[in-house]
Every structure is written in structure tokens, then in C-alpha cells.
């Protein structure tokens, strides 16, 4: 599979668990559903976690805004 | 449907109560009424509540430029 | 009418009065006279007002740097 | 004359006295001579008041460039 | 090999081990695998530190948002 | 000469005395050699002061990056 | 030599030492060997100091993301 592109790391990702991290330090955990060139990303059955992990609240389906990300990376099992 | 883009999610929520956060921390509660590519978003029946949840004032109609946006998600029923 | 883009539910607000809210807090009151696609806004019989409400100065005609713009709601009568 | 976008309000104002308040918290007064799309604004005999409006310094000929800009009004006489 | 260009010196690291700083001062280190022109990043292996150097957390492959990174430098061996 | 456009304005300060301000509060003065759209700005015999107007270094020719500049305004004598 | 665009400054100070200061105060010191023109830049030979001129690491090559620049100044010998 092609790898030689960031948003090609994105797509192996897909349909996996996922961490998103934001600019306002929450992170995001769910199933990564879509995103596009902006960053803009779907995740379902997302939770919000505040720095320290805690969970603070189930979102359900989420859309994040792409400017609002840092990082994402594959959630450990 | 289509749920391959981002913002395929946001035209499923269309019509549905939706809570939107913003890089201010409010949160405003509405039905989402339309939205575009710079995920400029308008809200009918829109609530806006700080970071605690209280109700800080009823908005009717409202305009979010996209731009403030952190988070769009279904509002819980 | 049409109201599937953000941009129309800006349109339905032309020449009726409604609050701009600011990045930096300040709240402005005024009759909707024209905005672009970068939500550059003028207001006229424009008057601004502290997060508490009080009404700080008047400006008459004023021109609103889209990028300031948090959202922009009819005004209660 | 033409007033359906947000610059025909700006060239309205050209060669009058008005205000330019930037985002950080410094007001300027001058007349009016240039501005683009970006909101780049020249002014001649331009005055820089702080929050309270008291004067700072007096800057003659000065250009601003446009993302620090929140606001344009005709100063008052 | 070409070195005119910026990106031509990430690419000479492609697949070495890097040092990314990030604008929340986090250091991540990690062997690079692929950017683009918005400096869109993925490293493999990454660990995140703090600005002390301490440790984090391990990330293993990592999607970085090109518009938080300060800057790119091959990791001291 | 033509005066219609803010770039105008800095071409007729073109190798004369100028003071940049940029949004750190440091203020630049130095002969105006060059700027582009992005306001992208070189000076030579450049001096940075802090905001008081004390002289903070002596910088030669500088390249100030336009994304940083409030200002643009000929040095009082 | 071409002197008119801010980027002819910058390919004057090709292979020289020249001075970066970032938005976050640190200054890196190195050979200037390439950059773009959304000021994306390689130091060869890198130096990462603090406000006060204090050495914090060296950095051997190092790739700056342009958004993080403040200028760019030939260094003192």
C-alpha cells in the first residue's frame, strides 16, 4: 500500500481506533471514519478525554474541525 | 449515503439537533440548518451554554463562522 | 427561499437589526447592510457593547474584518 | 451609490477621518486614502490612542496591513 | 542530490530518525516517512517528550498536523 | 503618482526611513528596500527597539516576515 | 544583483551565517541553505539559543516551518 504521502497513513487508519489530539489539549478517541485535506476527520463512537485521560464525556459521531488537531495516532489496544 | 468525506457527516446531521463547540469553550445547541466548505454553520433554535452546560441565552437563528469551530456532534436527546 | 448555504441565512438578516459577536468579546448591534464570503460585515446605527451588555459607544457605520466574527444572530426586538 | 459590499462601505469613506481599531487594542485616526481586498489600509495624519483614547504618538502617513484590523467606522467630528 | 529547496532537506532525512518540535513545545522523535508542501508530517516509532526530554508516551506511527510544527532536525544518534 | 492602492503608499517610501511594528511589540526602523504582497519587508541599517524605544541591537539588513507587521510608517526625522 | 523583491535579500544571504528568531523567542544561528517562498528555511550547522543569547542546543541541519518566522538577519561575525 502506497505510504509515501501523510494522508495515506491517515487512510491505513480507517475504520481503526484512533487518537485525536487537539489544539485545546482534549483528546479524542474513536473509529476513524473520513477525513480530507483539510484534516477535517469523522470519528464514531468517540470519547473525549481531558489531558490527564479522564474521560469527560461520549460523543457519539463526531466531525472535528482540521485546524483544531496537533496529531493523530493509533489508539492503543 | 455517502460517508466517505467529513462532510458527509454533517449532511447526515442536517436537520438534527446538533451541539457545536467553539474555541471559546461555549457551546451552542441547535438544528443544524446548513453549513459549507469553510464549515460556516447556521443553527435554527440555537442555545448557547457555557463550559459547565448552564444556558447562557436562546440565539433563535444563528451564523458560526467556520473558523471557531472546534466540534460538531448530534446533541444528545 | 433558498437557505442551504450559511450565506442565505445571512441574506434573510439584511437591513434587520443583529448582534455580530467579536473574537475579543465585544458584541455589536446594528442594521445588517452587506457582507462578502469572507463574512466582512456592515452594520449601520451600529452600537458596541461589553460581554455584560452595557453599551460602550455608538459607531454609526461600521465595517467588521470578517475574520473577527465569532457569529452573528438576529437581534431581540 | 453602490453599497451591497462590504468595501463599497470603505470607499465611501475614503478621504474622510475615521477610526481603525486593531486587534491589539490600539485605535487609529486618520484620513482614509487606501485599502485591498486584504483590508491593507493607508491613512494620512494619522493619530495611534490607546484604549482609554488617550494620544500615543502621532504617525503622519501610515499602512496597516489588514489581518490586524477588527473594525473601520467614521470617526466621529 | 538537489538541496535548493527546503523540502529537499526533509527528504534526505526521509526515513531516518528526526526530532519534530511542536508549537505546545512538545519534541516528538520518530523515523520519518512522509510529509507534504503543507509540512504534513508521519513518523513511525515516535515518542513524544516533554520540554525537559522526558518521556511522554510512546505513539508508534504518528499523523502530525503540518501547522504545528516549529521545526524538523535529525535526531542526535 | 498613483495612490489608489496601500502598496502604493509603501513604494513611496521606498529607501527612506521607515518604522515597521510588529506584533511582538518590537519596532524596526531602517531603510525600506523591498516588500512584497505578503508584506514580506527588507530594511537596511535596521535597529530594533522595544516598545519604550530603547535601542534593543543593531541588525543590518533584516528580513521581516509580513505575517508579523502592524505597521509601516516614515521615521520621524 | 536583483534587490527589489524581500526574497533577493534572502538569496544574498545564501551560504552565509545568518540570525532566525522565532515567534517563540528562540533565535537559531546557522547557514542559510535554502528556502521558499512561504519562508520554509534550512540552516546547516545550526545553533538554538534562548532571549538572552544563551546557547540551549545544536541542532546540526535543521528544517523552520516559515509561519514560526519572525526575520531573518545576516549574523554578526
Redesign the interface.
Known amino acids: 500500500m502506497e505510504?509515501?504521502?501523510?494522508?495515506?497513513?491517515?487512510n491505513i487508519a480507517r475504520n481503526k481506533r484512533v487518537i485525536v489530539e487537539?489544539?485545546?489539549k482534549v483528546q479524542?478517541t474513536g473509529n476513524l471514519?473520513?477525513?480530507?485535506i483539510h484534516?477535517?476527520?469523522?470519528l464514531a463512537d468517540?470519547e473525549e478525554h481531558d489531558e490527564s485521560g479522564a474521560l469527560k464525556r461520549k460523543?457519539?459521531?463526531?466531525?472535528?474541525?482540521?485546524?483544531?488537531?496537533?496529531?493523530?495516532?493509533?489508539s492503543p489496544a
Not at 33 to 36: L, Q, S, T, V
Not at 39 to 42: A, E, G, K, S
Not at 59 to 74: A, E, H, K, Q, Y
Open positions: 505510504t509515501d504521502r501523510p494522508l495515506d497513513a491517515l487537539l489544539k485545546n479524542i471514519k473520513a477525513f480530507d484534516i477535517n476527520t469523522v468517540a460523543l457519539g459521531t463526531v466531525f472535528i474541525r482540521g485546524d483544531m488537531i496537533v496529531l493523530i495516532s493509533p
